[in-house]
């Protein structure tokens, strides 16, 4: 018997819920920070009966209320800047939808193989970053003013590096950035959930590592935020045990910050996908119907384990020329996700797929 419905059918599959559990899921989150691009170059959206919309009212009616928006310093691109999120963060909330700053304190991709020092912020030393951390955190929340805020993208070992890189386990310096982060945020609005993200949502001893790593260092956070990709983060009894393990352990509550899976095996670009198996993850086919499946998975194990939601990663980053990659390069450079977004190749969402509570 598949997971999602064991829990469905009351059997024990999953760790009982940890006493922050909540009835259901109260982030049902997207992260459309390429969606400003790609409006730019004239894509189109449409929703599950083919009628041409706006691309934020299809997914809240597929019941996204969080919006995740990625914020670079100055990345060449001219996207994902301070600017363009301020506008996305305006136009989000004409919706009615919730908004996540994700930093990434970089001019480009922050993640567990590299987190650039941004170019303004180059020789600096950690007092100095300590300083940068908290202006651009303060102003960046000053002007968006976001409902939750992500200190670091994917930071498994640490963020500015080498300067806030975990050498030999010393959270020290790392701590001294987070901590900058947390209460530029906190100033902003005290209200502001402060998430701590991590990668690798499979390994129980990876989180316990790093969040013991930080909690130690007095570090204070709101929400445990991992991702999770059944490729390469296990089975989803694996992911019930971490989410289980992480709130008890640092009794806050944990959210998924990014999943994602293919709704077909077909690429619509010059480049590659990353994702390229017929059926990544226990069989279930690499089709709309076998998206649909896997993502109703994963929320059905988040609420079971008590955790407060789940955001997919990019669901509106379909093949438009122009709308690559590569911040230095993203005329060019193309789209290796495109197969993971819940819009098709001609914009039209999954009719499968749903955000529930």
Not at 57 to 85: C, D
Request: aromatic share 10%.
């Amino acid at each position: 018997m598949k997971l999602a419905a064991a829990i469905a059918a009351g059997l024990l599959l999953v760790p009982a819920a940890p006493a922050q559990a909540h009835s259901g899921l109260t982030m049902r989150g997207a992260d459309v920070s390429t969606l400003p691009r790609a409006l730019d170059l004239g894509a189109t959206f449409r929703d599950a009966r083919g009628h041409r919309a706006d691309p934020y009212e299809i997914l809240k009616k597929a019941g996204v209320n969080y919006v995740r928006l990625r914020i670079w310093n100055n990345p060449t691109s001219g996207y994902n800047n301070k600017a363009e999120v301020v506008a996305q963060a305006r136009e989000a909330r004409k919706h009615g939808l919730k908004v996540l700053i994700d930093f990434h304190y970089s001019d480009t991709w922050a993640d567990p193989g590299k987190q650039f020092i941004p170019a303004a912020w180059a020789g600096h030393d950690l007092a100095q970053l300590q300083k940068d951390v908290y202006d651009w955190t303060y102003d960046v929340c000053t002007a968006t003013r976001p409902d939750s805020v992500q200190i670091g993208n994917e930071i498994n070992t640490g963020m500015l590096w080498p300067v806030g890189q975990v050498t030999d386990s010393d959270f020290g310096p790392l701590a001294a950035l987070l901590k900058s982060g947390h209460d530029a945020a906190k100033a902003c609005s005290p209200r502001t959930q402060v998430m701590i993200h991590t990668a690798d949502a499979g390994s129980i001893g990876a989180a316990r590592w790093f969040y013991d790593g930080i909690a130690a260092q007095g570090v204070k956070w709101d929400v445990t935020a991992l991702s999770y990709y059944c490729m390469w983060h296990g089975d989803l009894t694996n992911l019930a045990s971490v989410l289980t393990d992480v709130q008890d352990r640092y009794g806050k509550p944990a959210v998924i910050a990014e999943t994602a899976y293919p709704y077909t095996t077909e690429n619509y670009d010059h480049l590659e996908n990353i994702i390229t198996s017929a059926a990544p993850c226990d069989g279930i086919p690499a089709s709309p119907r076998g998206q649909a499946t896997e993502f109703s998975q994963v929320q059905d194990v988040a609420r079971a384990s008590g955790a407060l939601g789940v955001f997919y990663w990019e669901p509106t980053w379909t093949a438009i020329d122009g709308n690559g990659w590569d911040t230095e390069d993203i005329e060019n450079s193309g789209n290796a996700w495109e197969n993971m977004a819940t819009f098709d190749d001609r914009g039209r969402i999954n009719p499968y797929i749903v955000w529930r509570r």
